[in-house]
């Protein structure tokens, strides 16, 4: 195949920049963007540092160029640097950007995502996801004057103290004293869990459905919400939906819209503003009063230039019908990658929703073939995660499609050669 002759191997100028920020970064790179939480295995065969990014790609230090399925984990909605939205941003930069008096283009952006949102009565401004999620737990806590939250299994909400595990370094048993988790689509087990804590439950947080790491994810029906949604009204909790990995992917009117249902709070970022620095909650009218009485803000909340590119953004988003875009192609994209995969004789599951759509070789149940499949694409350049939900954005063409599913195709056969022990049959 094309791809074959296009291996990447040249790492070397990205090893000794990863070996400079070693020097002066803890761990290098942080997070889930870097080699620390173990994913990137072998080493070798990831890009660590990029020199720069231009619709759905990306380039190394050493040159490679990278055709992004990950999409900075979510921000690159768009493409990367989107003309309309730059130039939205860049005039906004020269105009005004962090001021002691926000700027009015907070109030045009609000004003924009209450009229898109369909849940929405009012908007409020924060930088990261975290920020959101945060934000609207304090939001029920101050307006149920309660104390509990219940998660359902496999959360990620954040990185603050309340949203992480008890065996985490530095978090303190107390800070997750009033975490309730209950399993998913599971709900005898919610008013299992509201009845034994004699019903302390301000908020019950959730994302659209189950995206989790490290396993198959599970859509959710309009059914489940409509019943996780009279659970809470006639409990009078309040209902977050989390929506910072998913927003205007599934649904320009939010992901609640999309499975049939209103929340009270719902938290976005990730596809806000493609890629400029701002998240946002979105509220019910009846949450107004407590979430004006938080004591909770940040000095570059209100910042200008990615309010304009958000208006920007959101405006492209619904000229492009994103969402049916994205449907679209992530089941053109993994019907392609199913059926390399079943020529060299793999079962690759693809789950979730196809706009942001999870890969799981079964021939294992150790993970460890996937792990050394996404290693040879990566290598090849395509740009995968081993154990993440995966993004699409707006740049990407039939073309692209096309290369990655050739060098998905080539990975498998690389694989499949290197296994003689597992007796694949195409």
Known sequence: SSAASDVYKRQTKSRAWFDRALEVIPSGIYGHLGPSEGLFLPLEKWPLLSSKAQGTYFWDMDGNRYLDLMCAYGPNVLGYGDPDVDRAAMEQLMTGNCTTAPSYKMVECAELLVDTVAMADWAFFMKNGTDATT??????????????????????????????????????????????????????????????????????????????????????????????????????????????????????????????????????????????????????????????????TGSYWMSAEPFAACIACIQKLKALDAPTLFRRMGQKLTDGFRDAARAHGFDLVVSGEPALFYLRIANDDSLMLHQEWVAECVSRGLFLASHHNHFLNAAVTDQDVALAVDIADDAFSVVAARHPELELKP
């Open 135 to 296: 934000f609207s737990v304090l939001t029920a806590r101050a307006h149920t004057g309660k104390r509990k939250t219940m998660f359902l299994r496999g959360y990620y909400h954040g990185n603050d103290p309340w949203a992480m595990k008890a065996d985490y370094p530095g978090i303190l048993p107390e800070e997750v004293a009033h975490n309730i988790v209950v399993p998913w689509f599971d709900l005898p087990a919610m008013e299992a869990a509201y009845e034994a804590c004699g019903g302390d439950v301000a908020a019950l947080i959730a994302q659209p459905y189950d995206h989790g790491n490290f396993a198959d994810n599970r859509c959710a029906s309009q059914e489940f919400w409509a019943s996780v949604r009279q659970f809470c009204d006639k409990r009078g909790i309040v209902l977050i939906l989390d929506d910072v990995r998913t927003g205007f992917r599934l649904d320009l009117q939010g992901s609640d819209h999309y499975y049939g249902f209103q929340a009270d709070l719902i938290c976005f970022c990730k596809a806000l503003a493609n890629g400029y620095n701002m998240s946002a909650v979105c509220g019910k009218e009846h949450l107004k009063a407590a979430a004006s009485s938080l004591s909770f």
